[in-house]
């Protein structure tokens, strides 16, 4: 799965909407800009969502999916950052994210929402179809 189908499937469990409307992006626009941003409204404000990369668009994505997130310490000296969804008070779905090599916990903790909202637009997906 590329980024984009990723961040399609993210977008649909939040229930965002790709614009992609004729009149701002002519006949090839797919909903995103060039910097690979989903594009929620080209008309009006050119609001962009990503987030795999935005801490604000992230944190929202959370509240919006009622997930939690806490800091793991793994084999002592390793941290991560977990994600877990859990609707009806059970474990639906649970990630961990690893720091990367500069030890940047806001990008594990997005890429954990992010790893969680996916899991959730692609079951959506296979419900509808």
Aim: hydrophobic share 40%; aromatic share 6%.
């Amino acid at each position: 799965m590329n980024a984009r189908e990723k961040l399609e499937l993210a977008a649909l469990a939040a229930g965002l909407t790709l614009d992609k409307g004729i009149c701002t992006g002519g006949g090839n626009n797919i909903g995103f800009d060039l910097l690979g941003n989903v594009v929620l409204d080209w008309w009006h404000n050119g609001k962009i969502w990503n987030p795999h990369t935005d801490d604000g668009d992230s944190f929202r994505l959370m509240n919006a999916l009622a997930a939690k997130t806490e800091l793991d310490e793994l084999r002592l000296s390793n941290v991560g950052s977990r994600c877990s969804l859990w609707p009806i008070g059970r474990k639906l779905i649970d990630v961990l994210e690893y720091l990367d090599d500069h030890n940047n916990r806001n990008a594990a903790t997005r890429g954990a929402i992010f790893r969680v909202d996916v899991e959730v637009g692609r079951r959506m997906k296979e419900q509808e179809g």
